[in-house]
């Protein structure tokens, strides 16, 4: 999904307030950011992801300690613990996952964001927080009777406990599948067959898609919410790559900036006289802005 400009500046309002320690700020910024129509799942992935990526950049360059990181994690789960209240799930699907770092890995965010990502989906989740020993979690697994096990892991020297996960949960039967994810699977480009997973999840949207093809899922029909949501990201990154601004896309399309800042916040239904408008004054095809696949 392309990061847009005004994501990428909540993006950095949020690390400032991460870095500073300052809690009611880090909330306040995602408070503003849902007043301003921003989805949950989008300030998952264009905010609290990448600040994640970014606090382990700084504490990687002597920039922060481990008492700052530990805060910045602090923070932002407290953050997801107000958007989960927020959050209203799918039609559950009848189907149910385990989602946990693996063995030794104590980084627990991007665990929680995949966890709260299938929640969304429909998904029932058993989430187990902190790295969970592999045979505890095999028999855990085994007791639930779980579909699917999600497992993160952060640091590289831990991708042999994910291997050795999954081997052993291949041996319950039935066996669930094995999807994986986190930074160390992005940094060491984790050949899934090597590994011994059924999938690859980098994030929380993809580690949805890729757990309904697993279990062989439908992909979710997208409601009039969702579609006007998604056309109206694709607007705005088209719109910020082609450095208009919205002034510049109203002028251009003959239609009002504050009805194009309704459109790209999904706030706005369209006609289709609008969206041609639209698409002329970006000199794209129509179909590209109806897409539902976000750019």
């Given at each position: 999904m392309a990061r847009t400009s005004d994501s990428t500046g909540l993006l950095n309002r949020y690390v400032d307030a991460l870095v500073r320690g300052e809690q009611a700020v880090a909330r306040t910024v995602i408070t503003n950011a849902r007043k301003q129509g921003l989805g949950a799942a989008r300030i998952y992935l264009e905010v609290l992801a990448p600040s994640q990526?970014?606090?382990g950049e700084l504490w990687h360059e002597g920039a922060l300690?481990?008492?700052q990181?530990?805060?910045?994690?602090s923070i932002t789960m407290v953050v997801m613990d107000t958007l989960?209240?927020?959050?209203r799930p799918r039609k559950l699907l009848g189907a149910r996952a385990v989602v946990t770092p693996v063995e030794g890995d104590e980084h627990v965010v991007g665990a929680r964001m995949v966890a709260d990502f299938l929640t969304m989906d429909g998904w029932e989740v058993d989430f187990l927080g902190y790295g969970t020993p592999t045979k505890d979690l095999v028999e855990f697994v085994r007791q639930r009777r779980s579909d699917?096990?999600?497992l993160s892991c952060t640091l590289p020297e831990f991708l042999p406990n994910a291997k050795a996960a999954a081997a052993a949960l291949g041996e319950l039967d039935p066996a669930p599948k094995v999807l994986l994810g986190?930074?160390?699977?992005n940094a060491e480009e984790a050949d899934i067959r090597s590994l011994g997973v059924d999938g690859i999840g980098l994030d929380g949207l993809e580690a949805v898609g890729q757990a309904r093809s697993l279990l062989g899922?439908?992909?979710?029909?997208?409601?009039?919410?969702?579609?006007l949501a998604a056309m109206g990201r694709k607007i705005n990154s088209v719109r910020t790559a082609l450095n208009m601004t919205q002034q510049d896309l109203a002028k251009a399309s003959g239609l009002d900036r504050t009805y194009i800042s309704m459109v790209e916040r999904g706030r706005q239904n369209l006609t289709m006289g609008a969206i041609v408008?639209?698409?002329d004054a970006l000199n794209v095809p129509v179909a590209e802005l109806v897409s539902t696949e976000d750019g």
């Open positions: 990526d970014k606090i300690n481990v008492a990181e530990h805060l910045a994690t989960r209240e927020e959050m699917l096990v999600a986190g930074y160390a699977v899922l439908e992909r979710p029909k997208l409601s009039l919410t969702d579609h408008k639209i698409a």
